[in-house]
């Protein structure tokens, strides 16, 4: 997608970063359940609670879940990975750090192929997945001036699936995000229920000039969740961007909220770096070593995925492409 400006012809650069509930009746580090819809607080062990002297334990199943994975999107499967400590403050991130992966995740480049609507494919970039925990819940409308907290979601392992800067358009990110979600529900790794928020997506918006090869300032626009809502923030911040430019103004990296009742994007906090974060190896975890036969015994086992679905359809009813696809889009 272009969009026509006062000066020019302007070029949309989206890269998308994907949290993924991991499909698992515990946490990544606790025994807690993970069922969705609990009474606030009923599903919080020790270690959620970061009481003082709890250790975390890793989940083997939720390992084997981010395995299939990175498996399903054709990617590296790192055997020896690090589990790494991201520090800040929230309300509800008891231990003032979240477990996350940094320099050495469990997953690294795959790809993942969209359709779009005029027949054609594209190949979009998989940087990496890395396995992290969740943070709790704040909520601001259980009371006029206090805000609750509940820790139900903390330590709920997440799957981040971050893609390349190689998305174009709107549609391109929403053909994007039905198809991870179409393979994470194939793989029963994720269910993919945007609104229950088990799939969270932050979208990487940046634009240029048509032929210039730099990249513009980036704005993230957080916790969007809905793929129709992650088009709209997109399309939004993208004509916002460029009017500011034209106007004589600077893009000014920053993270952003996506108002969906009014269609707008608004400016939440300026952008952290990695450094902010002071991330260095979580000292309660050793590295997790994955060994390669165990790797390839879940491969053998992996489902049919969408896109060999639709060629064998394509192959063997002579459908059209299209109308394959419109068959495999859900398991």
Not at 2 to 9: F, N, Q, R, V
Not at 47 to 65: K, S, T, W
Not at 273 to 297: C, G, I, N, Q, T
Not at 312 to 324: G, H, N, P, T, V
Request: proline share 4%; charged share 25%; with cysteine.
């Amino acid at each position: 997608m272009l969009i026509e400006g006062k000066t020019g012809t302007w070029e949309i650069v989206i890269g998308l970063e994907v949290h993924a509930q991991v499909s698992s009746q515990a946490k990544l580090f606790s025994g807690a359940d993970t069922s969705f819809g609990a009474e606030p607080n009923t599903q919080v062990s020790f270690v959620d609670a970061a009481f003082p002297g709890m250790l975390p334990v890793i989940n083997r199943y939720c390992v084997e879940q981010a395995v299939k994975t990175g498996l399903g999107l054709g990617a590296q499967i790192n055997l020896r990975s690090v589990f790494d400590r991201k520090n800040y403050f929230y309300a509800d991130l008891p231990a003032g750090y979240q477990i996350s992966q940094y320099t050495q995740p469990i997953v690294g480049k795959g790809t993942l192929t969209i359709d779009l609507p005029d027949g054609t494919s594209r190949d979009i970039g998989i940087t990496r997945l890395h396995l992290e925990q969740d943070a709790g819940k704040s909520m601001h409308d259980q009371h006029p001036t206090k805000t609750f907290v509940d820790l139900n979601r903390s330590g709920v392992a997440l799957m981040e699936i971050v893609s390349e800067p190689d998305l174009r358009s709107p549609e391109e990110a929403g053909a994007y995000l039905r198809k991870l979600r179409a393979i994470l529900r194939y793989l029963g790794t994720c269910d993919g229920n945007m609104e229950e928020g088990s799939m969270r997506c932050d979208a990487n918006v940046s634009v240029r000039k048509v032929g210039s090869r730099e990249f513009g300032t980036r704005c993230e626009i957080k916790n969007v969740n809905s793929v129709r809502f992650v088009m709209q923030a997109i399309e939004y911040e993208a004509r916002r961007q460029v009017d500011l430019v034209e106007e004589g103004g600077t893009v000014v990296q920053q993270t952003r909220l996506f108002d969906s009742g009014k269609g707008v994007t608004r400016s939440m906090r300026s952008k952290e770096h990695a450094h902010d974060y002071r991330y260095f190896p979580d000292p309660d975890l050793l590295p997790l070593v994955l060994e390669k036969s165990w790797v390839d015994k879940l491969k053998a086992a992996l489902p049919e995925l969408p896109d060999a679905k639709k060629d064998r359809f394509i192959a063997s009813y002579k459908l059209s492409a299209y109308d394959a696809g419109v068959l495999v889009a859900e398991k």
